[in-house]
């Protein structure tokens, strides 16, 4: 059957975004494979997450934190084509959100940025081409493999260097007044490798400048109970 609750986010759309905040409450429609099974949460947290959604003071409870996705923006290293967004594109996303954070009066807000997977493409290059078979992606995870891997997100880096910088700690503090800001990396299968090989974890740690103390990320889904909502990049229902 079809099973419908508020602020589910299964996303598989190319550069998707979905704010979660004190102004906004969507409900999505699931008819796709269950999804309470340990994969991706406990059902005691799911029946949890359906109890909570419907509270009414929900809001009144987050109306300082804004929770925003976004995902699907496959930077590539241009061997196999310039697609990268432009760095326009994410003034303007990020001057968006501002503009939703100050909409509200109250002090010290929290915002969440969720990098909800496809954000590095290491698939769509033609670096692999330099590799045998059984050394590419769907290999046996060589060596050869991991260093090709990293070769790919460091071109992925140098192409895309502008718009990663928006996302330092310094830029973001500068845009953000008074607001906590995070960001969080969901992996999808467009950038699987980037949660498999270690350097890549690192060289992602510090191009999305992520916290290293945040157990969130690395993980196949994103789950808030304060905020009701369960995200996932949506790969895992093909």
């Not at 109890?51 to 196999?80: C, G, P």
């Not at 995870?141 to 071109?155: G, W, Y």
Request: charged share 30%; proline share 1%.
């Amino acid at each position: 059957g079809i099973l419908s609750l508020r602020n589910i986010v299964i996303t598989r759309m190319i550069f998707n975004i979905e704010y979660h905040s004190w102004q906004s409450r969507n409900t999505f429609s699931i008819n796709e494979k269950p999804i309470t099974n340990d994969f991706f949460f406990k059902k005691k947290d799911f029946l949890k997450l359906c109890r909570m959604n419907y509270n009414r003071n929900l809001n009144m409870k987050r109306k300082n934190k804004m929770i925003v996705f976004i995902s699907d923006l496959h930077f590539v290293d241009e061997t196999a084509g310039k697609q990268n967004i432009p760095i326009s594109a994410f003034e303007f996303f990020l001057s968006n959100i501002k503009n939703q954070s100050e909409k509200t009066k109250n002090k010290d807000k929290e915002l969440k940025i969720v990098f909800l997977g496809d954000i590095f493409d290491l698939l769509r290059t033609e670096e692999w081409f330099k590799e045998k078979e059984e050394d590419r992606h769907w290999g046996n995870n060589t060596k050869n493999m991991e260093k090709r891997a990293k070769i790919i997100l460091d071109k992925i880096a140098e192409k895309n260097k502008d718009t990663f910088n928006l996302f330092s700690k310094k830029n973001r503090e500068n845009r953000f007044k008074n607001t906590h800001v995070e960001t969080i990396y969901i992996p999808g299968n467009h950038d699987r490798l980037c949660w498999m090989i270690g350097e890549l974890k690192e060289k992602v740690m510090e191009l999305l400048n992520l916290n290293a103390n945040n157990a969130e990320h690395f993980k196949h889904s994103f789950f808030s109970i304060e905020h009701g909502v369960y995200a996932t990049h949506g790969h895992i229902f093909d």
